[in-house]
């Protein structure tokens, strides 16, 4: 249940950026969550519900998921995912192309 | 009427930030990790279910490695000091961090254990994590590899629905291989799950009760160490504060 340590360091965040601009309020926060983020979007998002305090009182949280997406290195076939993840061409490990985000994107705020 | 957006609200800015939402922990991570790296210590972030033979498995290495290797470890639990008392036993300088309920070791609780063991002095330092296949993986603690250990007694399967952990791994260790008799699982049906969510594939089939695998893990351990560039000059660089 690390979803609560995450909401923690999101409020913080946008509390913070929300104190140097002068803002009345924090209404609305975009993540974007990768598939292999190891994060359960809908576990983040009643966190959320239950941790916002303070300027984030009324904010809502809008959460942007990315499927996981691998590749070949050098020939950029991509790998599906369930698969064995090497190149069936080029026989090297695939890589990770999206799905490991775990990124806030912005944060909109009231000001006076 | 807003300028910028035409958004039709007067007060709303919206501000595009592109952050890690765990940027403050990569960043106690990144410090750490510069520490570890100028004073040539291998930190291991050691990771697995609760009872997958962790602390076992320390305590192998360490008879293995006795006399020729410095290890010490700081190992994560929700309650107890009984794995670092384990530890110790086995001549291994152990800070115990006890997380209460947190399901996570994070950078800053590695770092602030850091003044409990004398890491300058080490070869390894092995993080032993919380028991937990999820949660850990998220977390950078600044360490050079990331290890996970899969208990046979597990089943095939876990690598599948446990996606995330096994990514992040650089190596997997397949403990208790001594209950293979006993039980219907196949190595190489956990190999090729592995191979679904481990690109780079490394798994050492091991057990710490009969010895076997455990040379091809100590290898292991020292070809990572081996590649380890040591630069003490670096560190004084970095900041003044003292650690242990």
Known sequence: MHEYSLVSALVRRAEAEARTRRATAVTRLRVRIGALAGVEPELLASAFTLCREGLLRDASLEIETAAAVWACPRCDATVPAGAVLRCPGCGLPARLVSGDELMLEQIEMEVP | ?244
């Open chain 2, 1 to 244: 009427m807003c300028d910028s957006c035409g958004c039709g609200d007067p007060h709303k800015v919206s501000l595009d930030v592109q952050e890690r939402i765990l940027s403050v922990n990569d960043r106690a991570a990144r410090h750490n990790r510069e520490h570890f790296a100028a004073a040539g210590v291998l930190a291991v972030n050691l990771m697995g279910s609760p009872g997958a033979g962790k602390t076992a498995l320390l305590e192998a290495t360490a008879a293995r490695l006795a006399g020729r290797r410095r290890l010490g470890a700081i190992a994560g639990d929700l309650e107890t000091e009984r794995d670092a008392e384990r530890l110790r036993a086995a001549l291994v300088p152990t800070a115990a961090i006890t997380t209460g309920s947190a399901c996570h070791l994070d950078a800053e609780m590695v770092h602030a254990a850091l003044d409990r063991v004398a890491w300058r002095e080490l070869d390894y330092l092995f993080v032993e994590n919380v028991g937990n296949l999820v949660c850990p993986a998220v977390y950078d603690l600044g360490q050079a590899v990331n290890v996970v250990a899969l208990s046979l007694t597990e089943g095939e399967d876990k690598p599948l629905k446990y996606p995330v952990m096994f990514r992040k791994a650089d190596l997997v260790l397949l403990t208790k291989l001594d209950l293979l008799p006993h039980l219907d699982v196949r190595v190489e049906a956990v190999k090729d799950a592995l191979a679904r969510v481990m690109p780079d594939l490394a798994l050492v089939p091991i057990s710490a009760r009969s010895g076997v695998g455990m040379a091809e893990w100590i290898a292991w351990l020292e070809a990572r160490r081996a590649g380890l560039e040591r630069s003490p000059a670096a560190h004084g660089q970095l900041h003044a504060h003292p650690h242990a």
